[in-house]
């Protein structure tokens, strides 16, 4: 549990990027370490160094986007940019999610197949659960024969996993005055993840698959 704040979190940033005194091209270390230095005070790379502080202070994880981003420098691009670091940590992002849903109940692939059509529909406004849950309910009339028709607690009990695995956002705090059914919430995957993540989901019946590309807004 490190505890050191964002301040010491750049400059943490700053020393492992940085080349030595000493180092054999002096010129061109002035040349990186200066770049370090710009890239540091980049508003693009401290949003994305702060959206990795917040999900997690373990310092292998910043060494893994330095060490993906270092890998793209060659003879032609011998700096680092804020663009490689934006990509790489999209790329993360993308891997880590892909391998939580990989994870997932079957019921948990229904809610996110759900919120998928939701967005489609809604052209990505925001949901509530009552609203996942009714298409749900939909999917499960029409193809009964290879879901349970389960309780409406026990798939509230699935929806609230997915926001504890960040893949679903409450867009609000929840109040007293509103019911937790009725909290607006937004999907942190999109549709490409959810299709590569199906395609290698394990035992995944038929039918879900088939509900996932369907274009019908079962509405």
Known sequence: MNSFDFKQYIRIFKEQLSLPAGFSDEYFA????????????????????????????????????????????????PLITASDLQEVSKQIRTDSKANIVHGLSVLEICLIIAMKHLNDVYEGEPFNFQMVYNEFQKFVQRKAHCMNNFEKPVVMKAFEHLIQLELVKPLERPSVRLQKEYILMKLLLDNNQIMDALQVYPNCPTDVKQWATSSLSWL
């Open 30 to 77: 002035q040349t990186w370490n200066n770049n370090v230095q710009h890239l540091s005070e980049d508003k693009t790379v401290k949003n994305i160094l702060q959206d990795l502080f917040h999900y997690t202070k373990d310092l292998r994880s910043l060494h893994l986007l330095l060490m993906l981003a270092v890998s793209n420098v060659t003879v032609h691009h």
